[in-house]
């Protein structure tokens, strides 16, 4: 493990105006979200629509790193340059979702963990090979009465733990992603108490197995009312409660924290991001992660029109450069 490639790396991915830029649906995430927008959901399609991400135009002066998914890395454009070398000319860094899903925690009803350590060793080595200076693995956990169960919790911990030890080992840094999941009529409160524990556990583990903390980045989700309660949150709620539990819970020493948006719109995902920014000083870099609330509208223009490149390009800039603004609490 070399510490200081890292830190560098880290250093990269989190510096302010930036943030990361995810793009690693698995498959059946990607066909899902074609499907509901009547795209096909063939290999070529979703080549094609990432390529339009990928080479959309000034993106790198906001998003400081793309995370793909295994088919994607893998992929060229339509002219045969591959997405990674495109990446790479802007100064972006690669990433890899390389946990493969989430199963069902066995004698845990509800409750998920996530695979993907078999030959995880391997699949790092050849990821590196290919550019990768990044790792993503994401583990979820619902609220509903008595869940998530401590049991939970700490298996995902040790698994966390177990993947960014291989990974610190090759010198990519490890994205570290337990989402507590917005759906339910959950109060805010009760997802603070989740989000706050959970992040306790998984901290406890990380420094048990000694990995090295300076050379991680957390991707956590917010701490947000359900999806389903009627009880909304400001984002000055959302937000003060937020660092209050990172600030509670997370080492100052990491190297930086990204959000997800999780199922928010794309406008309270920048705006909240925005809240935490105007509450400062915060102790680490806090910046975005976000999938959807960047995606969403040039997937849907694509969807309508998928000839017209160049305005679903202009959205996602658009996107970008909001949530860019927010990273640095200019959103307006
Ligand atoms: P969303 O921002 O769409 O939640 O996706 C981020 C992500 O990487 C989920 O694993």
Redesign the pocket.
Known sequence: MNQDILMQTVARLVKPPKGIL?I?ESLPTCNKRFEKLDIPTTEEKRREYRELLVTAPNIEKYVSGY?LFDETIRQSTKNGKNFTSILQSKGIDIGIKVDAGTVDLIGHSGEKTTKGLDGLADRLKEYKKLGATFA?W?AVYAIGENIPSVGCMKTNAEIFAKYAKLCQENDIVPIV?P?VLIDGDHTIEKCYEITAYNLQVVFDELRTANVFIPGIIL?TSMVLPGKDTKEKSSSGKIAEMTIKCLKEKVPSVIGGIVF????QSDED?TRNLNAMHKIGPLSWPLTF?????IQNPALQSWAKNSSDIANAQKLLLEAARNNSLASIGQYK
């Open positions: 995810a690693d995370i993503k994401r992603e989402e991707k997800l948006s999780g199922g995902a992660s976000y999938g959807r609330a």
